[in-house]
Nanobody, 122 residues
Framework: QVQLGESGGGLVQIGGSLRLSCAAS????????LGWFRQTPGKEREFVAG????????NYADSVKGRFTISRDNAKSTVFLQMNSLKPEDTAVYYC???????????????WGQGTQVTVSS
């Protein structure tokens, strides 16, 4: 079965950096768009960043543009999210997602990871 396993979350100070990784198995990684979503208690899960499987085009939420970078390594079936200049409002559970369609917006997610907590604190 398909598995998406996130790692790299944790506690970081304001202005710090973290790099999230998501290792995938059980799917044709190179033919899936990949992305990251985040969720805080009482709020809906929101799109953070996505990267298409055709052309490797990246798309970001306005709130993270210029601070976060998404990338993928098809040889390792892994997608990354480099997060810099972290703010308290970035605190959330971050979920990896895979979509069979080519859009980097991941509007129809087929698979989800279990999530990893990111906490930004002063």
């Amino acid at each position: 079965q398909v598995q998406l396993g996130e790692s790299g979350g944790g506690l970081v100070q304001i202005g710090g950096s973290l790099r999230l990784s998501c290792a995938a198995s059980g799917l044709t990684f190179s033919r899936h768009s990949l992305g990251w979503f985040r969720q805080t208690p009482g709020k809906e899960r929101e799109f953070v960043a996505g990267i298409s499987w055709i052309g490797g085009f990246a798309n970001y939420a306005d709130s993270v543009k210029g601070r976060f970078t998404i990338s993928r390594d098809n040889a390792k079936s892994t997608v990354f999210l480099q997060m810099n200049s972290l703010k308290p409002e970035d605190t959330a559970v971050y979920y990896c997602a895979a979509d069979r369609r080519s859009s980097s917006r991941l509007q129809e997610v087929d698979y989800w990871g279990q999530g990893t907590q990111v906490t930004v604190s002063s």
